[in-house]
């Protein structure tokens, strides 16, 4: 019956012109030109916003990192064409790509190992193109760079650098701003360890290297302009963008956002273009104003047409069976199905494809189901009766990861723990919550219910690292126990089903 499963996504679909697209990535400006990839394909624009028209439409593979000639005539991309990732140029007007680079790629990498072969910058003459590989003796997800001919003649030629990640080239094309390690495709926030990015600049013909930044955290994309370098930190907390002065040394903040990030930022000309909360902005660097483009798509936006999906091709989440073990609760792409155990229909119980629903519980008494759904930020806890269909809320302002969800034996109680550490009691009748113990050490795991809905049990991290076994009443003045030592890894407490016993 589950693999029989079918789910009709109901997103509605907006006309182009509705709203702003979002989910606008990895963008590149020159001079009134915008290049930036949406759905796996790269896209124009103008510097002011509007309609965008799709450059790249082959469906097999993933486009990515356009950047645009000095002359603005040529797009220069990573593209993943017959199962191989390699260095393209297709003109900015649209045309059939060509192929540059032929150099076998090192395949597919975790989402945090980046990709490999993506263009860095154009030289100054637009005869050139700055690529960076992953060809090196110490690793996958290392990489250095080359230059690779604009006109697919000759061979690729190495830098002399040994490795980096994001750069840009002078204006005259005899140094390069560039950060020695590539971390930006891990979203670590806040990141201070072995692997955070300074700024350093390459002088190519002088073979010499020089750094600027020393911030413990993140600095990282430099964009070499005239006599500033513009790069992205998080000394504020979020990643925002930054101005170095060549001539003082000088380090000044241009931009304060503090909800989202600053990611990926190019430098076309005079201007700076990066992606922020799925928009693109433009930075002037005369006036260093910062504006957004609104940017409108005119396409059929397959992914959000209405379709049937077979639960046998994947997609199923969490589940639990009905107390009478004739129908069982099923997560199901982020919705909750009620599926019967042999023959019936498959129900719907959610309805929200705007929303996720997860870790689906069915109350003892066969009354209710209990599960997390998406409500902003958060994953709050709500309840849904299997009698009249009734959602109702039970949680609000969590601020914390709920790891576990469990019905108490009588169907009047939940037990939760968190990521702040906590496990607490909840009544599902009046929505009272009593948090029953804490711990400063690691997460509250393994609780339990005793069989008469009065005691819980849960493993408590002690100083020394290792895990005790605690008892804690649910009603009354008494408090957490402790029951077992600190001299032993404990694990795996149950209560016994008369409530005389802890196993």
């Not at 005869?127 to 000759?154: C, F, S």
């Not at 980096?164 to 806040?190: F, M, N, Q, V």
């Not at 609104?294 to 047409?305: E, G």
Request: glycine share 10%.
């Amino acid at each position: 019956m589950i693999a029989a499963l079918l789910l009709a996504t109901l997103t509605p679909v907006l006309s182009a012109d509705a709203e702003p697209a979002r989910l606008l990535r990895f963008p590149h400006v020159q001079g009134d030109k915008v290049a930036f990839v949406y759905g796996g394909d790269i896209w124009t624009t103008t510097s002011e916003g509007g309609s965008a028209r799709r450059v790249t439409s082959f469906d097999e593979g993933f486009e990515l990192f356009p950047r645009i000639s000095p002359d603005g005539e040529w797009i220069a991309f990573s593209g993943e064409y017959s199962g191989t990732r390699q260095i393209w140029i297709v003109p900015f007007a649209g045309g059939v790509p060509r192929q540059l680079t032929f150099y076998p790629d090192v395949g597919a990498m975790p989402p945090r190992g980046g990709y490999d072969h993506l263009p860095i910058d154009w030289s100054p003459d637009g005869e050139r193109i700055l690529v960076k590989a992953n060809r090196t003796p110490y690793g996958q997800r290392v990489a250095r760079y080359y230059w690779v001919n604009a006109d697919g003649t000759g061979l690729e030629v190495p830098l002399q650098i040994p490795e980096g990640g994001p750069a840009s080239l002078s204006p005259d094309g005899t140094k390069l701003a560039y950060s020695i390690i590539s971390r930006e495709w891990r979203t670590w926030k806040r990141y201070t360890a072995g692997r955070a990015q300074d700024v350093w600049i390459y002088d190519l013909e002088a073979d010499t290297v020089e750094r600027l930044t020393e911030f413990a955290g993140t600095d990282n994309f430099p964009l070499w302009i005239g006599e500033r370098i513009y790069f992205t930190s998080d000394r504020t907390g979020t990643l925002n963008l930054y101005r170095y002065d060549l001539g003082t040394r000088e380090t000044r903040q241009v931009t304060d956002f503090t909800d989202f990030d600053v990611l990926f930022p190019s430098r076309g000309g005079d201007s700076v273009i990066f992606q922020q909360a799925g928009y693109l902005y433009v930075m002037d660097a005369a006036t260093e104003s910062v504006r957004r483009l609104d940017v409108t798509l005119a396409d059929d936006r397959p992914w959000l047409r209405p379709r049937w999906k077979d639960g046998a091709d994947g997609g199923l989440g969490s589940y639990d069976v009905s107390p009478s073990a004739r129908r069982a609760v099923v997560e199901f792409r982020g919705d909750l199905f009620d599926v019967p155990a042999e023959k019936g229909v498959a129900v719907n119980l959610t309805r929200t494809p705007n929303r996720r629903e997860r870790d689906a519980e069915w109350s003892p008494d066969g009354k209710h189901v209990l599960y997390l759904a998406e409500t902003g930020d958060e994953y709050e806890l709500f309840v849904r009766s299997m009698v009249d269909g009734e959602e109702r809320r039970l949680t609000t302002g969590s601020n914390a990861w709920i790891l576990q969800a469990s019905w108490s034996p009588d169907s009047k109680s939940i037990l939760l723990t968190d990521k702040a550490n906590r496990i607490a009691v909840l009544d599902v009748e009046n929505g009272a919550l009593r948090e029953l113990d804490s711990s400063g050490e690691n997460t509250i795991r393994a609780a339990s219910w005793s069989a008469d809905s009065a005691w819980v049990t849960y493993l408590k991290t002690s100083l020394n690292g290792y895990d005790s076994v605690w008892i804690c009443p649910v009603a009354g003045d008494g408090g957490p126990v402790q029951v077992t030592t600190d001299h032993y890894d404990d694990g795996g407490a149950t209560f016994d089903p008369e409530g005389d016993y802890l196993y």
